[in-house]
């Protein structure tokens, strides 16, 4: 079987434990939290760190905790509990969607929104065993030089593949970071970065605590449509988080998020601009799954070919816009 | 004839009890290689080829050899310089002058631990000087092409084995004359198709322990499908005496073909022999994915004729499967695709050929059902595009063309028992064939026949004094459930006792019941053949000590329960224990496979260069599928499968529908999802991540129906039961995607983006061409 490599395991005994711990060890420490997507990529000495601190025993950044000014999610909630949740499902829908086809059951209960919403990018040329990837003589993202999808990009094109990310987007939600300098809060919308290699705005020394959904107005909906080629395991070769207001007949805001076609979701303010003002009309979903479409450049990364994922794009926009739009 | 069971109707077998083995792997009990633990044993690690083709100019060891840690290194330099024992003799131990595959094993090393066996692993100097590799069947057989072996001329091989070039098996079926029918004919369809390659997919990845014993003998401990003949093969390789080499095979993590051949074992008994410590080589799945013996890619092209009538008039195939770096078993899956092509169809011209190639790839293996899911997909659905041609229902259309009973084969073998017309009739009925479909729906039917295997195979059954029945047998239980299932259910029947009360003691060769192994789905057939004999033999002992006890005539005496006691007073009578301690302690018995021998040929001046073409028992199998096809993605959800097989008699039902269930999710991954995939250095997706099996998550709703037609070869009438059930599903899967999409699907698997293409190509030909312009360049 494929090992572990060595490294020293220290379970964080409080959040102030943990951030001291990555200030003090720097670059070579790491957290886990489930730990589905670390230890799978350490086995592929894709990561090597010296340290590992534990979040796990943190259980009181497990919670989903509802309010009048909306719901916040504990980084270390699992993705079955937040999947089981009553009120993410009746008010957040998207989300319970997104968390609900992550991988597997099993993975689910182990796994956690913060480690889905910091899940490590993915590319066909990367995620490889050390062996495979050292014939082909590596890439910039571990332990080589150049791009091997695009071998004349400056940067690691690979893909962020989190079902929860494009859908907090959408919903517009807060993530509040712990680090050595204190707390602070980031909308989802700026914590991603469209670098393979350097996927979040959150420096190596924070830790991500929480997820803050804002309180919807009435009259908001939001799906989310994901394309994989089984129905576990699988992660999203596509991705559609859609999130719309209506007011009396007539849209008055719409979020169009799209991932795993670029290293950060990718929002499509041209698919906004198309619903905005309009009564949802089928006309509307169309030119709205049209920009979705222009918007997309996936790379070829990633399973399926570009041509194929670059079609579902516009199939898949317009099956979470119908899922939206009134009288659905 | 089938042996009538004993006291006239059957009480055990036909009725369903849990496998012995099912307990232990549910608890997580069962010891499998990798749980073993041996005091003071060395890790192990394999050095394999990063180049899908390269010449190794020199190797050296002497670095890696002065590490910390290091044990032993086996290398070209250090093992015997003979070729490995299949019928073209291609192949080495370790590479010698070429290495012909990214993945395969140029040296091994053993150390203190597994850290230290790689460090010296990367500290072993290979020159590799990099050639280019030939990585398709198309470059393969291209004037000119470089040859994967250079030195073909020189191999050895068996009589009648076609070895040119890069063509390394060729086979031909012939009869009457295609050409004119062809030309004859009312209307002649072509279909081509090509195949992915595919692994067996079993979870526990190889691994074996090596140690050397004081008597100068080998001990090997593994997980194969065939530990005697790969103790022989090991035996005789190292120059070892036979009697002093011993395989103990453990708890096996699923097979499917891939571990009929020795892998981890080979490597592990090479450095095992230059230490004095036991050496232990676990493949990581990584490792296992690049040692695979794939099931083969290829592809194929039939033409038939078919009269007005819906006659079929003649047949021609070719296929050209992927045999990748050496020729191993891979010549098996040739041989049954002409076999399989044609029938079980009236054609009374055939021309049908099969070819295996070489390529710097991995080494196509016997995958359950060599060729089987391949050639049953091709033929399925041409058959369904020329039913459609003449404009007939494809149950009508294959009714219309079926054997009967006492035609023949391809091959000219007269045919007995042919349930091809029932089997398929009760997959239709089960399917609701006829019904009305809603749109994006479809359903398809397939049916095809297969072969038994009778093996050589030994047991013995004994009955102790304290009441226990033991079974030995040297069949391995790889999952199948042929050992666990079938074996006490037979010995259950004539001991009158229950299946679970059967102790099993499997596949060690130092228990000396010789097994020829797990494969062509042989395992009932023959260890049942060899069980059943020593059963009897035991019964009849046990039957004479009652005579004497119970003073009672033979005939009047009944065994049931655990006892034997005289007819009509069931408390005169003594039990299974007492009636062995009578016999001074143990009633026991030895039974082997009785001398089967393989049907005649009334024509064998049509065969060329074939030598497989009489069928031991043949058996019929038919699929029906349903199937939803999203017409936006090109996603197909199967919803239902079932399979009708025609299993002679059904010894282990229970075990056969799990044969049947298992069959038909391992054609749901070929037909969909289940596809190799071969970049510059190799394999892309070893890992199960992304080598897309089907989860509990995709498997339909699957519905076994048992069809009993007893062989008059079988024990007890059975017909081999293993490998049918993975042939037909696939097939039918594709004839349903066909008609939920009226386009047949010609190249497996059906990815949602082939299904998606093969619409946007049909909707680009009915409406407006320009509305796809540069997806249709590349469908077909």
Known sequence: ?328 | MPEAIPSGGRSVVGTRHPRSDAVAKVRGEAAYVADLTFPGALEAAVLRSPHPFARIKRIDVSRAASLPGVAAIAYAGNTPAIPLDFAIKDQYLFARTYARYAGEPVAAVAAHTKRQAEAALAAIDVDYEVLTPVLSIDEALAPGAPLVHPQWRTYERSAGRVLRGNVCGYNRIRRGNVERALKRAWAVVESRFTFSAGIPGYLEPRAAVARREPDGGLTVWCGSQSPYSNREELAAFFNLPLDKVRFVNQFVGGAFGGKILLAAEWYAAALALQCDRPVRLVFSRHEDGLHVFARHGGRALIRSGVAQDGGLTAMQASFVFDGGAYSGYGNGAALIATMLVSAPYRIPNLDLEATLVYTNKQIAGPVRAPGGPQATFAKEVHIDEVAARVGCDPVTFRLRNMWDEEDESPAGQRLRGVSAKRVLQAAADAIGWGTPCRPNRGRGIACSWWFSSCGRSEARVEVRADGSVHVTSGNPEVGTGAATGSLPIIVAEHLGTSPGSVFLHLADTADAAYDSGVGGSASTFSAGWAVLAAARDVREQLLSVAEHALEARRDDIVIGEGRLFVRGSPEHGISLGEAAALAGGVVCATGATPQIDDPSLEHPARLEHHEFAAWLAPSFTASAAEVQVDPETGRVTVERIVTAQDVGTAIDPAGIEGQIEGGAVQALGFALSEELQFGPHGIMNTGLGDYLMPTIADAPDIQPIIIESPSHEGPLGAKGVGEPPVTTPGAAIGNAVYHATGNPPHDVPLTPERVWRGLAQSRADTTSAAEFPHETAKTR
């Open chain 1, 1 to 328: 079987m494929l090992r572990l490599p060595p490294f020293a395991y220290h379970p964080a005994a409080s959040l102030e434990d943990a951030v001291g711990m990555l200030a003090r060890y720097g670059w070579r420490a790491l957290v886990v939290s489930g730990g589905t997507d670390l230890f799978a990529n350490m086995k592929q000495r894709l990561f090597t760190p010296e340290v590992v601190v534990g979040l796990r025993p943190l259980r009181e950044l497990s919670y989903v905790r509802a309010s009048e000014g909306g719901v916040a999610i504990g980084a270390l909630t699992t993705l079955t509990h937040i999947a089981e949740d009553p009120v993410i499902e009746s008010r957040y829908p998207a989300l319970h969607e997104a968390v609900s086809v992550i991988s597997t059951p099993q993975l689910r209960n182990m796994g956690t929104l913060g480690g889905n919403i910091c899940l490590d990018t993915r590319c066909n040329y990367y995620n490889q065993d050390y062996d495979w990837r050292r014939a082909l003589g590596f890439c910039m993202k571990k332990d080589g030089q150049v791009c091997r999808v695009a071998p004349k990009s400056p940067t690691c094109v690979a893909v962020n593949s989190s079902d929860s990310a494009p859908v907090l987007i959408a919903y517009g939600a807060t993530l509040r970071l712990a680090g050595p300098e204190g707390r602070r809060e980031v909308p989802a919308a700026e914590f991603f970065r469209n670098d393979g290699m350097r996927p979040w705005c959150k420096r190596p020394d924070e830790i991500l605590t929480e997820v803050r959904l804002p309180a919807l107005p009435a009259g908001t909906r939001a799906a989310y449509r994901k394309l994989r080629l089984r129905n576990a395991i699988d992660f999203p070769i596509l991705g559609v988080a859609v999130m719309l207001q209506v007011e009396a007949g007539v849209c008055v805001r719409a979020r169009v998020v799209l991932n795993a076609v670029a290293s950060k979701p990718v929002e499509v303010p041209d698919a906004a601009a198309a619903l905005v003002g309009t009564d949802l009309n089928p006309r509307a979903l169309d030119e709205a799954a049209d920009a979705a479409y222009a918007a997309g450049k996936p790379l070829d990364n990633t399973s399926g070919s570009i041509p194929y994922r670059k079609r579902m794009l516009r199939v898949f926009a317009r099956r979470a816009l119908a899922a939206c739009a009134p009288g659905s």
